[in-house]
């Protein structure tokens, strides 16, 4: 894991997953993103995804050794923020999301 304000990028030792395995990695990194993205208070923990929105390109493929999710936020108010991510498996786009978090819902 690595963070920076607004940043968030994991990886993993790529496996066969089903779709919903790689959104709950994207969304993962993607609330990690957004927590950075708030004023602390506390409540950055609490960051819950509001809605989803994903974009298969492609199966992950079997000889990769690598996935590797990076988030990034394009948009917040503080409270609320907008996120889009990809997952790479070695380098290549496998996936996007855009995600909109909150704080507490």
């Not at 940043?7 to 990194?29: D, G, I, K, W």
């Not at 990034?72 to 380098?91: H, Q, T, Y």
Request: hydrophobic share 50%; with cysteine; aromatic share 4%.
């Amino acid at each position: 894991m690595r963070f920076a304000a607004g940043v968030a990028v994991y990886e993993m030792v790529a496996r066969p997953v089903s779709n919903s395995e790689l959104v709950a990695f994207a969304e993962t990194a993607m609330n990690a993103a957004a927590a950075t993205a708030v004023p602390d208070q506390g409540a950055s923990t609490e960051m819950k995804t509001r809605d989803l929105c994903a974009h298969f390109r492609s199966g992950v493929p079997a000889d990769a050794a690598t996935l590797r999710t990076e988030a990034i936020v394009v948009r917040s108010d503080g409270r609320s923020v907008s996120i889009e991510a990809d997952i790479l498996a070695d380098g290549v786009r496998v996936a996007s999301f855009e995600a909109n978090s909150n704080i507490g819902l």
